[in-house]
């Protein structure tokens, strides 16, 4: 395919990496100056840095800006270098090797359209030859140009040089990938960089400058599926902009378009663009690389994270998939870890369900294993809190890849290998135009996988003052700390709300009750492990309560605890001064005094509080939920 | 699309990042080339609108064409500009060369503006192809209390995601001309026709190639009075960009001091 002059006339971006000391800045220092790219000024300046420590002229001086880099001799963080060669320019990205620094190579190293792999030919193939010619791969940088620097220290020797390259080649072979070329340079020389060196006659492949030549620049997405992830919407003005980034295909006006998790089809009413030209025409259509904002025929409700589509060609709806990740963080990852998972514009918790094989550190070897120590490669299964919108990575890179970040920090970066999960947008969208009842699209056990446990009640009943809220609010913390969904219902504070219009009375009583038990069954339906604090004297109302909860498939159903203390004690702890009150006259129809309390028949637990502390109490229900409402 | 397309877009990308994690946000506007590009840019991703102020950290040592240019160009374009003040050389830190000390007041006076209206996010126009040390940069840049650049541990920045999240009492630098170099930033001037101060043009055989205070700023040797004849000097030219700034050659960590201090 021939490229147009506009893409001919773009800076190929070029990243060089490979391990610590093998002569990356040196050879972008050298390769600056044998281009004539360095300002004038520029070499002088490094001599006298040079100088003023006491060493020989050291070309890595040239990109290694900072102080500590020119102190200690390593590149810390990525340099943007811009230079020309007689057929484009270039801008090239000098990458650190050290170990310490691999997050600033991939950050480098992303942003290229090729690669420049350093290897000093006189120590061999090392960790970070490989793991960078690894990370490469998952990057999607697919041109790469192995460079065997210091051929002077063996003396040009072509036996050792085939040796180091036949090794690196098989390695490179063994992850799937393809050098352009692989060649002998001496950087301090200027050897094979831009001129041919005489000493190395035997080489018959080209000079890096000239791979460099022969490398094209990334090709745009335009001929792939149209993906628009949204990333705002605005209205400053009467328009209701969407906003956002073309990654791959063409949008026109006109064209019907669906969002996607969402699944909210409408029409591309127009493309708006800001010019100060007057008269200035908006333009009919959009393709990859482009930022827009469209507006749309409906007014429909989306937001930031959703994705534009066509509706032939939609992205993969799913909450669970497989992917390769490289892991950037300082700890070990491991099963179960929460994070944040951002890919387009969408952000949501995601959970590591799984690990597979991992490609571990230092020798590169593949092991299974649970833990991904820093800087390894691995198989992962992802589980989402809600649908993603994604593509396979091979079939659309854009919104196939995705970071992993815990507060602040990115921790890792991935690629989405579809394959083995379903895509649930058939099951996620609503066929009918006139049900009658809604079906969840999330069903029970689905929400009890999510969250490890059933949902369910746990009802508490007993007097006033045997214990029920201290130990429900406890209980509610000590759960939640174990990772479990839990929440409580307390009497007073529904009192407060749902059942603000009841009072105490026999009927209001049992509606109360009613309300609870309702309200109940919605949040173990939902996956909840309810706490339930009421006083609930009557068998019967316990037992509606209990028949609501039991008409959830999968949940754990209904567990009745007696919160036992008797009267006396109860009377005698009297936290809220409210038996004081019933005996005073000043309450009537209290449960206990001037109601009756039914104690439970077969309650499935039995907590008595005259002997067990609170704490005591909390451990005894918190092992029998445990127990009870394992997934 | 061209270069010059590609880089628009994804400065525009970079102003909806921001705009959508962050807030408050003001953009620094030096009333230089770069600055000017940059809310002409901030234009185009907001559809006309420009949804945050623009805050000239003003030493009160600027080219008087500079302030006329200011005070035109922000009334036509209805810039929401906060004019925020410097504070004096004398409170300066005395171990710097003399004219990085001069810089420094800048530092001191975004520093000040950031505290006043709690800006959460700066936009700043640096691009990398400046200066060796800010060719180091990440696009979102977090800083801290202090406004400090952790140049050890920046973090890591790739397909299009950054770090949004704004450091507990700090803020995050946003720096969406970080790729533009030069010349793509005097190419596009002349395609958009984007107006510039007039000292950039020569007259009697110097001009201004880059902005700075009239006490630590030098004119170049140079015949380019056009933009077509500045981008044909850029294209052959080997003097660097920043010669006539003073305050980068005085000693060899004198910028990097500065940037590592909340210089833009």
Not at chain 1, 14 to 21: A, L, N, S, T
Not at chain 1, 539 to 555: E, T
Not at chain 1, 582 to 595: H, K, L, M, N, P
Not at chain 2, 146 to 158: L, V
Request: glycine residues 8%; charged residues 25%; aromatic residues 8%.
């Amino acid at each position: 395919m021939r490229i147009s002059e506009a893409e001919a006339a773009r800076p190929l971006r070029i990243v060089v990496v490979g391990h610590v000391d093998h002569g990356k800045s040196t050879l972008v220092g050298r390769l600056l100056h044998d281009v004539g790219a360095l300002p004038d000024g520029k070499m002088r300046q490094v001599e006298a840095n040079c100088k003023s420590r006491g060493m020989p002229f050291e070309w890595a001086f040239v990109t290694d800006a900072l102080q500590i880099e020119r102190d200690q001799g390593i590149t810390v963080d990525v340099s943007h270098i811009p230079f020309k060669s007689s057929k484009r320019p270039y801008v090239l990205i000098d990458a650190p090797g050290h170990r310490e620094f691999v997050k600033n190579m991939v950050t480098g190293a992303a942003a290229a359209d090729a690669a420049v792999l350093v290897i000093d030919v006189a120590e061999g193939v090392r960790e970070q030859s490989r793991r960078h010619g690894l990370l490469l791969h998952l990057l999607g940088i697919e041109q790469v140009a192995i460079v065997l620097n210091k051929m002077d220290l063996i003396a040009n020797d072509p036996a050792r040089f085939e040796a180091v390259r036949a090794e690196y080649e098989q390695y490179l072979a063994s992850i799937g990938v393809r050098p352009a070329a692989m060649i002998p340079v001496a950087a301090r020389e200027g050897a094979n960089i831009v001129t041919r060196a005489a000493a190395m006659s035997w080489y018959q492949g080209p000079t890096l400058l000239a791979a460099l030549d022969a490398f094209a620049p990334k090709a745009r997405a335009v001929e792939r599926a149209l993906r628009l992830p949204v990333q705002d919407i605005y209205k400053f003005d009467q328009r209701r902009i969407v906003a956002g980034k073309v990654e791959s295909g063409r949008i026109k006006v006109g064209d019907t378009i669906v969002f996607s998790p969402s699944n909210k089809t409408t029409r591309v009413r127009s493309i708006e663009q800001w010019s100060a030209v007057p008269g200035f025409v908006p333009p009919q259509s959009a393709e990859a690389g482009q930022s827009v904002g469209i507006t749309t025929e409906d007014e429909i409700v989306v937001e930031r994270g959703d994705v534009i589509s066509h509706a032939g060609d939609m992205p993969f709806e799913t909450d669970v998939f497989r992917a390769r990740l490289f892991w950037l963080g300082r700890e070990p990852l491991e099963a179960g870890r929460r994070m944040t998972l951002r890919i387009g514009t969408q952000a949501m918790p995601v959970v590591v369900q799984e690990i597979g094989r991992i490609v571990g550190s230092g020798d590169l070897s593949e092991r299974a294993g649970t833990r991904i120590e820093s800087f390894d490669v691995a198989e992962i299964v992802l589980r989402a809190s809600r649908i993603v919108a994604l593509d396979g990575y091979s079939a659309n890179a854009a919104t196939g890849r995705f970071v992993l970040s815990d507060g602040a920090d990115v921790l890792g970066g991935g690629v989405v290998e579809l394959g083995g999960y379903p895509d649930q947008r058939a099951a996620t969208t609503r066929k009918g135009e006139n049900l009658v009842r809604v079906e969840h699209r999330v069903s029970v056990t689905q929400r009890a996988q999510r969250n490890g446990h059933k949902g369910g009640v746990v009802w508490l009943t007993g007097l006033s003052g045997a214990g029920k809220s201290t130990i429900a609010v406890a209980l509610e913390q000590v759960l939640f700390s174990r990772g479990i969904q839990a929440y409580v219902l307390d009497g007073d504070n529904i009192r407060t709300g749902l059942n603000a219009n009841l009072g105490f009375g026999p009927d209001d009583r049992a509606e109360n009750i009613r309300r609870v038990g309702e309200a109940a069954a919605l949040f173990a339906e939902a996956g909840f492990v309810v706490v339930t604090a009421f006083i609930s004297p009557y068998r019967s109302d316990r037992a509606r309560a209990r028949a609501a909860a039991m008409r959830i498939d999968g949940a754990a159903g209904f567990h009745e605890v007696f919160v036992k203390a008797g009267l006396e004690t109860c009377e005698r702890r009297d936290p809220k001064g409210l038996y004081r009150k019933a005996r005073a006259g000043q309450i009537a129809e209290f449960t206990g005094i001037s109601a009756p309390y039914e104690a439970p028949d077969l309650p499935e637990l039995v907590v008595d509080t005259e002997t067990l502390s609170a704490d005591q109490s909390v451990e005894l229900l918190a092992d029998y939920i445990g127990r009870n409402f394992k997934f | 699309m061209d270069e010059l397309d590609r880089l628009e877009s994804e400065s525009i990308g970079i102003f909806r990042e921001a705009f959508a994690a962050i807030h408050p946000i003001g953009m620094l506007w030096s009333i230089g080339k770069d600055s000017n590009v940059m809310v002409w840019l901030a234009r185009k991703a907001f559809f006309g609108h420009l949804p945050f102020p623009v805050i000239h950290v003003d030493t009160g040592l600027e080219f008087p064409e500079v302030y006329e240019f200011r005070d035109r160009v922000a009334r036509e374009w209805s810039l929401n500009l906060i004019a925020a003040p410097c504070p004096p050389i004398e409170a300066m830190d005395q171990s710097l060369p003399p004219n990085a000390r001069s810089a420094s007041r800048k530092t001191a006076g975004l520093k000040q503006v950031v505290a006043d209206h709690g800006f959460r996010g700066i936009v700043a126009g640096i691009r990398r192809d400046e200066q060796s040390t800010r060719a180091k940069e990440r696009v979102f840049s977090p800083r801290g209390a202090e406004s400090k650049w952790d140049f050890r541990s920046q973090p890591p920045e790739f397909w299009g995601h950054f770090a949004t999240t704004v450091p507990e009492g700090g803020h995050v630098r946003i720096h969406p001309l970080l790729s533009w170099s030069e010349i793509d930033i005097w190419r596009y001037i002349q395609r958009e026709q984007i107006p510039v101060v007039p000292l950039y043009f020569s007259r009697n055989g110097m001009r201004f190639r880059s902005l700075g205070e009239s006490d630590i700023t030098v004119p170049v040797p140079s015949n380019a009075a056009t933009i077509a004849e500045i981008i044909a000097e850029l294209e052959t030219t080997r003097v660097p960009e920043r010669a006539g700034r003073t305050m980068d050659h005085e000693a060899e960590d004198s910028f990097e001091r500065l940037r590592v201090d909340g210089y833009m």
